[in-house]
């Protein structure tokens, strides 16, 4: 009886020590994938390439929303083609136009290491996996040209910087771990020897995807980088920054090389058939079919110009570019309404102080077409309306009438900023990239496609790398080949100047190319009147309608209370204190 | 347990009434199939008779209450005269009053044994003087709510003799002499004694004892008596919180509970839960009835108490206990006649404290003042300026004759609108219902409640409202002589609708409504920003629907075979489906022409695209536990243990779908949008927990108190060599009031105690599978116009990962003076938690391109005290107590992991470094007045713009240069008060009753903490938009003696600095309720069935002091918005009855 009591009791207690603990703590999350599993399934190496082509860096242009460091059409507003109202940018906050930026850094920041290791990770793993070696073959080219893609974006920022090809571990001696700079000259040179040694691998067809020409694209623009460094720039920091100026041709050579494997054979390229300049829209003898055309060449998808492009999808991945016009992220300057030209050539500058017009669109109907292309006026229509952007009116006694955030608008007229609190600083609304959606998109709500990579660029980096080599008669070739598809008048001498307008004019505003260009010329630290930003001031002619005379005149004035400042240090972004801080071994550049 | 073990000492009735034991039964077995059929038979000695007679026999009125009641008599002929006649005359009397009219004056004594009656001849030997003689006394005792008391003990004082309550709770004690005194005393009650001075009947109501050390405390898996309790425990009793118009328990904690600190950021329907923390460490775990769970939406009405576990005694619940354990207890069946308890409440509600905008002509002045400031052209000539003033009824106003002309003119085109008012109305209803009855006998008790509230804000739209249901059920049946079983069900629906934007939008957008914007007299078309967004017409709706389920069957063994061993198993199911709908309609906001009446589109409104967001997700957690308890005395050794598995199992999913595309916005349905653009989602978790505890109570004759427990827990969420921790705790006690050379010395002193405790606990609700590596679905690229979904790991793995480690240490002591005359609670307290997730500083460079996982690399400790004192006390007819506490708290940074700091200069060190520094501090500027001139400003050393000073004007904040650079950068920042968590907590109670009238009042405040003003540094945020009124005190030429800065559209960068200019250092008292209660004479209301009814008065937040004047203070906005909602006060009305 005894026995059944502790045995009564000892199944008791056994009972409620009974073990499920498998059931219950073998539990594994159910959104990941384990490790093992991805890299020799196809589909999961391909998703993982996937990401790698979403992370590229891209123009601020096409941000889904404001990130840390910048702003949509943040590059423009760095330089002479823009200003804007949205003072809370942290280019304004920070000072950094203004002679603000120090080895706290801030400005631009692209230090993404992370893709780069991300890169190499899939680099090695692909030498082990198991699917099959076409494949690997082709991804791993991609994937080697997203890394020199990113190692050019780094670079052309902070000079020379590590070059990490391989996933580093976290047990590897510090002395790998604490890299040091590389000189800027081996980056060139790496994303050159990378170029070469995967051209052969890649796809040739899909404009998504790094392709050959792609690649080539990319030669094309980063060796005239490097070239132009090497030419212009200063040898600094035994090498870390600069590039020995004896290098320049051969980089200019490379560079003109590439473009002249993109350039179709029939305007004396060797890429066949493959890109032309887009011409779809031009009606022959109608001027405003050349801006229609050139409008319409960065709002289409895959157009026969375009070489690599980053395409989006409203809502699932989406950008923000049409924010441009009505949320005025981009104030067009005076500075880039004057560099159009006339058609014929003549130069495009208006004294708009002194103009007076009944109907402002009149003032440009001889500009060159990618003017209008490019840029919104008052008086332009727009959203199956008429854009009024008047600053104030003016009535018949004299009177001065609105001011900031209250504006009169004309009969059916649509008011240029709908959102938030007044009209452009400057006058002008940027239209180039910006769809006329009759809205403004909510933040990642559009899909304006963004072109890396187009052929007008490769000419334009083929006609400055020609000019430089003393190929002259390309270098004409090539801008008027820009000209002619622009709708204005041929050139018949060329000069690197020439080809810098030229450039500025085409490659304007949210194709983020001018910063850059002003950047590796050198041009930026001089004076305004010699093509620099330093002491800069952004020009507006916003416009005001005068019942006396009933016309519309133009108040000239600076928009920026401050003169922008453009240090010789800045053709360097700092690497910055906290950067430093985390690995000495890296040293800050000149200036900071 | 305690009181099941009585039940055995029950008189054994069996061998008179077993026909009873066995209708009883087969009762017992009807009620398992059907409990409502069980209950509708019972009966009482309460029953109450109208009866009168005169000169009627004995028998014919035993006969007449045969007739009419349950109740039988027994006697014998021959011993008692039956035949004697009597006149009697009850009115609404019992039985017992009655029987004592009738028999008792006529030498026959009676006895009640259930339903049966005997009668007896009183006894012919008893002496001749009434203080001499001996009678039986018998009588029923209950409990303050009318339900009766089994098993309470009855002693003769002076003497052994003594019985027991029976389960109906009635009691005869024969044989006491008539001017004996008798003592009433059961666990937790107040113990009384009566002199029966002659009378054979004595009913008694037992009184809780709030503060007396027989109360019992819910204590981990089990209760505790107070007496005995040694770790850091208070607990709050249902009759603190009940008939208080809150409708989230959580916010009605504040100032009840000595080391909790209760804030309420928010007074929004829904919304407005207290953020409760013990002792100012992390969120608790919150137990409610052995579940975890939320107890913010349970019904008050259904709870028993509240306790709340501060040190060691938290350790039970090892991995989880570190920051303490709040357990709530939901009531239970009493044994006794069915009682019936509806309690009704019915108030409104108002904000808090609110702050006035400005008026028209404020509005158009002081913004032409911010807009020259800020060197824009000013939007307001001099006469609109008079103009605006006039209509907002500025009677200083002079126009000239020229202006007065065009006023007649244009006047309609002057618009002064209050959208504060257009937007939000005084006072909002709040309702709440609860309808409960519980009751039993000694085999089936049972609770019931059924609850409701309905909420609405002050939104005037009355878009925005909460309405909620609550059930419960409890019921324990006794199956066999040694099974109890348990069968709880409880749930709730909360039901949240807002309109399309919530409150943070609201507001925001009513910054932006200017008061001279006209307001439209067609609601369809709003001219307000926020009045389209606060009303559901417009904007759209906003539906939050949480549901919440919890079935639970537990079964308790008492093993016949070892006297104190008992077994218990219990199971709990609980689901909470949640579900989400929002509709958003696209709107405009429109112009008003008044001078047409004409409307057109100024802008749109919050949503551009009509769309509409469903969000559904349920989780659902099985836990089972068993438990093993014994407990038993040898001689002066009192031992206690037990023996508890616990095992969870947690799964939560969910699924969203949006579509857009709406032709029209009347069908907020799904199906109604566009296939384009439609997406959906969702996903699923798991989770899971297995534990392992056991504790160990031994007291030695009462006076050595030891406890120790053990826990051993395991999570999936760490790596299987990580996963199982150990939890010791070890508690002494030593009663030295119980000490003999205490007794006989200091009577006075009824109890004193000293505590001291030592715990381990943990928080392993972190870094879930920090441990694992993997891929993740992210990002992804647009090939060829597809989406190509990519893939991203989830980073470097970090295998040691494991929960948090807190170490607390308590030492305390009670004592309780002349009977709790004065009573007081002690507690000190030092915790160190370690293990907290970090990154490691300094370590690996940028370039690696990952960044180290989480490691358990931080450290905090925490220190303070809690003190409470109480008193009680009658003075005449009044009676009162009052208890109050005062709690402290104050957290310092042990190991943080941050830069190394120790080559920097004191004051980077004073700003960055946080290792070794107290936590809660506001950082900032030390600000030393406002630039009264340009002069001053030249003049002025130190550059506080990075710019010469050239963007200082006069009216600018004028800062001290800490570090003496001549510059204000970041590294002038420093401590300059304390951080927004109150360090110091006080509360006071008072509780009075005098006759049927009754009092009780909370105060309740806090201290030591750092309040800043929502927006208040950045006046007119948006172009346009608008200030509060108190805003217009700034600096100008004419008003050098101003409260705040130089005004400027969104205020100047050198004045928005943090900084003591800003900072409050802020203390509030407020009256967080008040009741005045009035019990209805029973005469009123006996005649239609009731036992007792009471009215109330009851007010929450009624008044508040505090140096915080334009907000409430204990709202949190950040600095430059104004997403707030005041909490609200209340003033409703109430009434409790009982049936």
Redesign the interface.
Known sequence: MKDIKYIFISVLISFSFQSCEEQILSKEPLDIISDAAVWNDQSLVNAYVSNLYGRIKIPSTFLPTLDNSELIGGEALLCDDATTRHTWHPEWSNNYLFGGLTASGGLKEYWDYTLIRACNVFIENMTTSTISESLKKILSAEVRMIRAYTYFEMVKRYGGIPLITQAQSINDPESELFVKRNNEQEVYDFIGSEIDAVLNDLPTDDKNRFTKFGALSLKSRAMLYAGSIAKYGTVQLDGVVGIPSNLASSYFQASYNASKQIIPESDGGSGGTVFSLYKGDIKADDLSSYADNFYNLFLTEKTVESIFEVDFIAGVKGNTASYGLYGSMMDPSVELANAFEMVDGSSGVIDYANVAVTNVPDLYKNKDPRFRASILNTGDPWSGGITYSNWYIIREDGEKMGTAGVYYTGQNGVTMPTRGSGETYTGFGTKKLVRDLGYIPAWGMDDVPCMVFRLGEIYLNCAEAAQELGKTDDALRYVNLIRSRAGIAQLTTIDLDKIKHERRVELALGEAHRYWDLRRWRDAAKSPVNGGLNGLYITKAQTYYDYRDSKFHFDVGHVEANARVFKEAYYYLPITTSRRNNNPNLVENPGY | MKKKLKRSQFPDFVGELSKVTCIMKLTLFLILLNVCVAFSSTYSQQTKFTLSGDNVSIRDVLANVESKSEFRFFFNNALVNLDQRVSYRIEEGTILELLDQVLQKNGIQYEIKDRTIILSPKSSDEPGTAAQQKRSVSGRVTNSSGSPLPGVTIVIEGTTQGTITDPQGNYTLPNVPGNATLQFSFVGMKTQEIAISGKTAIDVMMVDETVGIEEVVAVGYGTQKKVNLIGSVVDVKNDRFVNTPVANISSSLAGKLPGIVAIQRSGEPGQDAASISIRGFGSALTIVDGVEQSFDQIDPNEIESISVLKDASATIYGARAGNGVILVTTKRGKTGKPVINFNVNSGYQSNTRMTDFVDSGEFAQSYNDA?ANS?????FSDYQIKAYKYVSGDKAVVFTAAEKAQFENDKANFANTDWFNVIFRPVAPIQQYNLSSDGGNDKIKYFSSLGYLHQQSVLRSGDDTFKRYNFRSNIDAQITKNLYVGFDLSGRIENSMYPGYAIGEIWNCLINDVPTRALNPNPAYPTGLGQGTADADISGTRQHITKVFNGSLSFNYS?P??KG?S?K?RFDYFVVPQFDKNFLKAYNVYNYDVVNDLYSIS??GMT?KTNLTEISQESTSLISK???DYENIFGNHTVKAM???E???YKNQWLSAYRTGYLSSAVEQLFAGSST?M?NNG????????S?ACRLNYSYSGKYLLETTFRYD???RFA?DK?WGLFPSVLIGWRLSEERFMKDNVQFINNLKLRLSYGQAGVDNIA??NY??????????????A????????G?ANILTTWEKHKTYNAGFDFDLWKSKLYCGFDAFYKERSGILATRA?S???????S?PSENLNSMNYRGFELQLGHKGRIREIEYSIDGYIAWNKIKNGHIEE?DYSKSDVYTRLRYQQSGQWANRYFGLEAVGLFQSQDEINAWPVIQD?NNNKTIRPGDIKYLDYNGDNKITDIDYHPIGKGNTPELTYGLNFNGKWKSFDLAMLWQGASNYGFVSPGEQRPYP???STIFRYQLDYWTPQNTDAKYPRIGLSGFTNNKYPSTYWLIDAYYVRLKNIQIGYSLPPRLFKSIGLTSCRVYLSAVNLLTISNVDNFDPETISSSSDYVFFPQQKTISFGVNISL
């Open positions: 807009l060197g824009k052209p000013l939007t093993v075979f070892v061993l077994a198993a802008r749109s551009s068993f438990i093993l023996l508890v598995s095992y969870t199992d653009g997406t996903s699923e978790n798991v989770d899971g927990r297995i392992y395991a999570s999936p299987s996963r879930s599978y694992l590596t993997g891929y993740n679905f992210s990002g992804g690229f647009v090939d060829n116009g989406m190509q979904t990519g893939i991203i790991t989830k470097l300094a690996l460079p940028t370039t690696f391109g990952a180290l830069a990075n948006y172009n346009p």
